[in-house]
């Protein structure tokens, strides 16, 4: 008789064990402390932003003896008298030409930059990659690295302490950013829309003026408060090139400029009241103009990502 087959042992057979979801109430915590944590710094970094323009606010209401006695004590006069005589000392005509040279600049900044990254981001064509290499690369170089020839330049166009001169060199220092920003913005708009507008028979420049640049409404305010905030706040080239060349040319000095003039007039017999006050009114107004348009800047920066 043959011998009886041996059935093989049962491998045993491991079963995977099932990982049990984390508690809601562990997600809620997690969530909690990374709220706790972004809110924390948040307003850290608010009181860091806040607490000196506060103090130069209040500032411009003391007395010299009040901020020689305590920097931090809280003013006994309210007075606005310290911000009349600021005015009154130069910088309401510091305020008028800045206002004068960024009413032109700033218009012609948006328009040159928006017509060169329209074009540089819609349209095809050979040397396209080298000219927009060419725009950004301008926002590498430091301002001060082209001052000696920047200088040259403006002094045999002779435009050296006129309006005219700082308006065309803010012109250009700002192109790289804007033409870097809007064409990004220009390539996330829709194809379609460029396409039906050349159908219908619209030109090139009406294509631009009345389709695409509407659509591009947002990065444009963006991009508008970025470079008014920038050139507002511009020190440098005006100090270069504002300087009067004669003795009788006239001063045209920025507000960066009359700030420093208003100091340096002071010599010993410093009224610091009324160079806060200055420092106030310099700033009053572009707090007033991101304030009234965050929310629009906001749109301008994230509607690239989400489109």
């Given at each position: 008789m043959s011998a009886p087959i041996k059935?093989?042992?049962?491998?045993?057979?491991?079963?995977?064990?099932?990982?049990?979801?984390?508690?809601?109430?562990?997600?809620?915590?997690?969530?909690?402390?990374?709220?706790?944590?972004?809110?924390?710094?948040?307003?850290?970094?608010?009181?860091?932003?806040?607490?000196?323009?506060?103090?130069?606010?209040?500032?411009?209401?003391?007395?010299?003896?009040?901020?020689g006695g305590s920097a931090f004590g809280w003013p006994q006069n309210w007075s606005l008298d310290v911000f009349s005589r600021a005015w009154s000392k130069g910088i309401g005509d510091y305020f008028l030409n800045t206002v004068v040279v960024l009413v032109f600049s700033v218009p012609l900044t948006m328009l040159f930059g928006s017509m060169a990254a329209y074009v540089l981001a819609r349209y095809q064509f050979w040397g396209n990659?080298?000219?927009?290499?060419?725009?950004?690369?301008?926002?590498?170089?430091?301002v001060f690295l082209a001052l000696v020839p920047l200088f040259f330049m403006v002094k045999r166009l002779d435009m050296l302490?006129?309006?005219?001169?700082?308006?065309?060199?803010?012109?250009?220092?700002?192109?790289?950013?804007?033409?870097?920003?809007?064409?990004?913005?220009?390539?996330?708009?829709?194809?379609?829309?460029?396409?039906?507008?050349?159908?219908?028979?619209?030109?090139?420049?009406?294509?631009?003026?009345?389709?695409?640049?509407?659509?591009?409404?947002?990065?444009?305010?963006?991009?508008?408060?970025?470079?008014?905030?920038?050139?507002?706040?511009?020190?440098?080239?005006?100090?270069?090139?504002?300087?009067?060349?004669?003795g009788d040319d006239p001063e045209r000095y920025v507000l960066t400029q009359g700030l420093i003039q208003l100091q340096q007039q002071m010599g010993y017999a410093s009224d610091l009241p009324v160079l806060f006050a200055g420092v106030t009114i310099a700033m009053i107004p572009m707090l007033v103009v991101y304030l009234s348009f965050q929310r629009q800047v906001q749109a301008g920066l994230t509607s690239a990502t989400l489109k």
């Amino acid at each position: 008789m043959s011998a009886p087959i041996k059935e093989p042992a049962a491998v045993p057979v491991e079963r995977p064990v099932a990982k049990t979801p984390p508690r809601s109430g562990d997600r809620r915590g997690e969530g909690l402390v990374l709220n706790v944590f972004s809110h924390g710094f948040l307003a850290l970094w608010a009181l860091l932003i806040v607490l000196p323009l506060l103090w130069l606010v209040l500032s411009s209401f003391k007395t010299d003896a009040q901020i020689g006695g305590s920097a931090f004590g809280w003013p006994q006069n309210w007075s606005l008298d310290v911000f009349s005589r600021a005015w009154s000392k130069g910088i309401g005509d510091y305020f008028l030409n800045t206002v004068v040279v960024l009413v032109f600049s700033v218009p012609l900044t948006m328009l040159f930059g928006s017509m060169a990254a329209y074009v540089l981001a819609r349209y095809q064509f050979w040397g396209n990659r080298f000219l927009y290499y060419f725009f950004v690369a301008g926002a590498m170089f430091p301002v001060f690295l082209a001052l000696v020839p920047l200088f040259f330049m403006v002094k045999r166009l002779d435009m050296l302490n006129t309006f005219q001169g700082l308006i065309l060199v803010y012109v250009a220092y700002s192109m790289p950013f804007t033409v870097f920003f809007m064409h990004a913005f220009f390539r996330t708009l829709p194809t379609a829309v460029f396409e039906a507008a050349i159908l219908d028979g619209a030109s090139h420049a009406r294509t631009f003026f009345q389709v695409m640049l509407p659509m591009a409404k947002p990065g444009l305010v963006s991009v508008g408060i970025f470079n008014t905030l920038g050139q507002w706040n511009q020190f440098i080239l005006p100090t270069v090139l504002m300087q009067p060349q004669t003795g009788d040319d006239p001063e045209r000095y920025v507000l960066t400029q009359g700030l420093i003039q208003l100091q340096q007039q002071m010599g010993y017999a410093s009224d610091l009241p009324v160079l806060f006050a200055g420092v106030t009114i310099a700033m009053i107004p572009m707090l007033v103009v991101y304030l009234s348009f965050q929310r629009q800047v906001q749109a301008g920066l994230t509607s690239a990502t989400l489109k």
